[in-house]
């Protein structure tokens, strides 16, 4: 059985690696706020395609442990003159699984989301 977990541990690092691309979702690092930590931010978002402000609000309450909100509009075009505004809200949470430690050299953190995207498209177009 230990052959087994060292295996499955092994197979497991290989795919391992930092996130490249930033979605919708936090856009602080890995580590958790301290207790009792807030932080807003307001973040612009573009692309060949896509034009949008979001905000965030994060908050912690429990060592290791924080949630934000995220909330923006989004312009997108289509081409051919075809283009709409959508409301983005989400919300996730975010904590600490392991910390560093001799049997475990790096921290390993837990992060879930969630987004609601609605489109105004015939109020804003």
């Not at 994060?58 to 997108?76: E, K």
Request: proline share 5%; net charge positive; aromatic share 10%.
């Amino acid at each position: 059985m230990r052959i087994l977990s060292l295996a499955l541990l092994a197979a497991l690092s290989l795919g391992v690696a930092p996130a490249r691309a930033q979605t919708f979702g936090t856009f602080t690092g890995a580590e958790p706020l301290p207790v009792n930590g807030r932080m807003f931010g307001v973040y612009l978002q573009t692309s060949q395609n896509v034009a949008s402000i979001v905000s965030q609000l994060r908050l912690s309450f429990y060592p290791d442990v924080d949630f934000g909100f995220q909330g923006g509009l989004a312009r997108q075009d289509y081409g051919n003159n075809n283009s709409k505004t959508t409301l983005r809200v989400g919300g996730d949470l975010k904590f600490v699984v392991a910390k560093p430690s001799a049997n475990w050299p790096s921290s390993t953190r837990k992060s879930s989301g969630t987004l609601l995207t609605s489109a105004f498209s015939k109020l804003f177009s």
